[in-house]
């Protein structure tokens, strides 16, 4: 007689992907009423959180000095340039391959989810004419671009602080970083370059990398935020780097670095969903090397739910950055006071 175990095991498998995917869709996916507003007055900012069913909700005040936080976001994909990024990650049973490719389709969805409406896949030759248009017209400002390739393409960054990314960065663009030792490779075509040019891009000179490591000691805003990853691998640490998230008391697994008007984020760890988690967080709170949690509130939401919060009298740009779901989330926008 047949063995029939491995079919029936094929059924079962079948069968709980359709599961998560059906949980998926309807989670993230499937028309919900969600809404939000906030307001300042004065020195007090009033909120109010809409969202049928009962989930958890955050609210956190920044006051986020001289930085101006990103609007428009360019997701980095371009498959002339060869990437050198780990893609052979073990997921979950019933679970996709984390491939760079999908790594930033998830990126993009969880963005939409919390509040960014302007998001682009640029590849090389887009990014170079879009930052060369921002340089020359001082429009950088509120642009972010994502990259979790490993390497970054040579027509933006050759290691010299001259070229066109550092430049952009300067003038207010956010970079964000994922993959590898951010500085270290550049790709031409289909070689990766060695160039070790992390200081040249940072501007920080005595910048060390986290060769690998896994903490779940607590830092700065990992509650407020809801940062899941706590692998510390090609984390950063030097002088003017802010530490965010989970830490082993000198690396974190979020570091900002401010450069002019701009700065840059590097989230460590590899690619999976809980990293396409916490940089939608980053990125949506518009979190920077600037950033100062002001006031925080979290609870649970019935249907809908108010607040009230105060700011100093001195401050710089307040944002109030508002969700739903907490380290699943299905809702967030970010309001800019």
């Known amino acids: 007689m047949r063995n029939k175990c491995p079919k029936t095991i094929i059924v079962i498998t079948i069968a709980l992907v359709m599961m998560i995917l059906i949980g998926e869709w309807y ?12 307001e300042m007055d004065g020195d007090t900012v009033t909120f109010s959180i809409e969202s049928k069913g009962t989930r958890e909700y955050k609210a956190v005040l920044f006051d986020n000095d001289d930085y101006s936080a990103v609007t428009e976001m360019y997701l980095f994909y371009d498959e002339k340039y060869a990437s050198n990024v780990n893609e052979n990650t073990d997921p979950p049973i019933g679970s996709p391959q984390y491939t760079e490719k999908y790594f930033l389709e998830q ?36 642009k972010g671009i994502m990259f979790a390739c490993g390497s970054i393409p040579d027509n933006l960054f050759t290691g010299d602080r001259s070229d066109i990314l550092p430049t952009w960065i300067e003038q207010g663009g956010s970079m964000y970083w994922v993959g590898n030792e951010i500085g270290k490779y550049i790709s031409q075509g289909d070689n990766i370059i060695e160039v070790n040019a992390t200081t040249e891009l940072t501007d920080v000179p005595d910048i060390t990398f986290c060769e690998s490591g896994k903490t779940k000691d607590v830092s700065i805003l990992r509650e407020e935020l809801s940062l899941l990853v706590y692998n510390t691998r090609y984390a950063i640490d030097g002088t003017g780097v802010e530490h965010y998230g989970y830490s082993d008391g000198t690396y974190s697994t979020v570091s900002c670095i401010g450069k002019g008007l701009g700065q840059i984020c590097v989230i460590s760890g590899s690619l999976c969903m809980n990293l396409d988690k916490d940089l939608s967080n980053v990125i949506c709170s518009g979190l920077s090397d600037r ?47």
């Open 291 to 337: 950033s100062e949690l002001i006031d925080y509130d979290s609870g649970t939401i019935t249907d809908s739910v108010k607040g009230v919060m105060t700011v100093p009298d001195i401050h710089g740009n307040i944002s109030l950055y508002l969700y739903v779901g907490s380290y699943h989330s299905i809702y967030g926008d970010r309001h800019d006071l």
């Open 27 to 38: 989670a993230y996916i499937a028309p919900h009423d969600h809404h939000s507003s906030a």
């Open 107 to 142: 990126l993009r969805n969880f963005l939409s989810y919390k509040g960014m409406s302007n998001i682009t896949f640029v590849n090389a030759n887009r990014a170079e004419s879009l930052m060369e248009e921002q340089i020359t017209t001082g429009s950088a400002i509120g």
